[in-house]
């Protein structure tokens, strides 16, 4: 018997419980867009990926060059020296694949200098989504611009600027409300 009426009391009290539970959601696209530090920490790493982009151009273009030379000369020099120049071609096409790794590549230049300027500031805006999440009581929060599909969002649960104003950044308009 106490069994049938501790069950129901379990029941009611877990959906007093989770109708408690509060939800926000936030768009990082928006917040990071807000951040002057983002924008030049994104115009840096483009800067560089062109400046390095053209470095490759420019190798490759000079093997092109190579190989076509070699090709027009190939007819007039001996054996030895069409190996000679066959391996430096070879050469040279590798140290500028081994370059691409590096500038391009899985934990090349690029990623690692996209670590070192985007990722403390994403860590700060972690942060100031936690702060406002802690003082709000809330029990998740979601990414719109994330992974996370959003169908559909009231936008007094959008805390995005809050986080904004958490992180001590002001913002031309204020995206709710």
Do not use: C, H
Not at 34 to 56: G, T
Not at 103 to 108: A, E, L, S, Y
Not at 121 to 142: C, G, H, P, T, W
């Amino acid at each position: 018997m106490k069994k049938l009426i501790a069950l129901p009391l379990l029941m009611l009290a877990f959906v007093f419980t989770a109708q408690a539970q509060k939800f926000a959601y936030v768009d990082s696209e928006y917040i990071l867009q807000n951040i002057p530090e983002y924008n030049d920490a994104l115009a840096q790493i483009d800067e560089l990926s062109v400046q390095w982009q053209q470095e490759l151009e420019a190798k490759f273009s000079a093997i092109d060059k190579m190989y076509k030379d070699y090709q027009s000369e190939s007819v007039l020099l001996p054996e030895e020296m069409k190996r000679k120049r066959e391996d430096a071609i070879i050469k040279a096409e590798k140290d500028a694949k081994e370059l691409q790794k590096k500038r391009f590549g899985k934990d090349g230049d690029l990623f690692k200098k996209r670590q070192e300027l985007v990722k403390p500031i994403q860590d700060k805006v972690y942060s100031a989504i936690e702060a406002v999440a802690k003082a709000r009581n809330l029990a998740m929060v979601f990414d719109k611009a994330g992974g996370v599909t959003v169908m559909w969002a009231d936008a007094k649960y959008d805390i995005s600027d809050d986080v904004l104003e958490e992180m001590g950044y002001s913002f031309n308009t204020r995206k709710n409300k």
